[in-house]
């Protein structure tokens, strides 16, 4: 089975998450940096190993996702409210169709909370101001 733009990172084409001028552009990316499917396995994998640390090594409870993405599992907060259920993530995007799946898709544990915000990383004040980065992050 040959390894498709996204499917090396657990993106199922075959499902509501995309539509046919995605694939298209994925396609097209990838024809000129076919190592792209790999690439982005390592900034997840990345992602799961940094997030794994600061939590269980470091004791970090609170974390911003800024440019966040479409939701692919193991998204940051699986990874540290498994280490510790009561962490607090943010997650930031300004594209509307990641942040309505973010809202379908990501739940948070019982114990710990997941918010959404749509902001640009550009207007770092909206971000921090926001009232779901206010109800969910201790800022002091």
Same mark, same amino acid.
């Given at each position: 089975?040959?390894?498709?733009?996204?499917?090396?990172?657990?993106?199922?084409?075959?499902?509501?998450?995309?539509?046919?001028?995605?694939?298209? &552009?994925?396609?097209?990316?990838?024809?000129?940096? %076919?190592?792209?499917?790999?690439?982005? =396995? +390592?900034?997840?994998?990345?992602? /799961?190993?940094?997030?794994?640390?600061?939590?269980?090594?470091?004791?970090?409870?609170?974390?911003?996702?800024?440019?966040?993405?479409?939701?692919?599992?193991?998204?940051?907060?699986?990874?540290?409210?498994?280490?510790?259920?009561? &962490?607090?993530?943010?997650?930031?995007?300004?594209? %509307?169709?990641?942040?309505?799946?973010? =809202? +379908?898709?990501?739940?948070?544990? /019982?114990?710990?909370?997941?918010?959404?915000?749509?902001?640009?990383?550009?207007?770092?004040?909206?971000?921090?101001?926001?009232?779901?980065?206010?109800?969910?992050?201790?800022?002091?």
């Amino acid at each position: 089975m040959s390894c498709g733009p996204f499917t090396c990172i657990n993106i199922n084409y075959s499902g509501k998450d995309n539509f046919e001028a995605d694939r298209g &552009a994925a396609a097209g990316v990838t024809a000129d940096w %076919p190592n792209l499917p790999k690439s982005m =396995r +390592a900034n997840r994998d990345f992602m /799961r190993r940094v997030g794994h640390y600061l939590a269980a090594e470091l004791g970090f409870r609170q974390f911003l996702d800024i440019g966040t993405g479409l939701p692919t599992s193991p998204n940051l907060h699986e990874v540290v409210q498994q280490v510790t259920p009561e &962490a607090r993530i943010v997650y930031v995007d300004n594209d %509307p169709i990641v942040l309505t799946h973010a =809202r +379908a898709l990501l739940t948070s544990s /019982r114990a710990g909370k997941t918010a959404y915000i749509d902001a640009d990383l550009r207007d770092p004040a909206a971000i921090i101001n926001s009232p779901q980065a206010r109800e969910t992050l201790d800022f002091s």
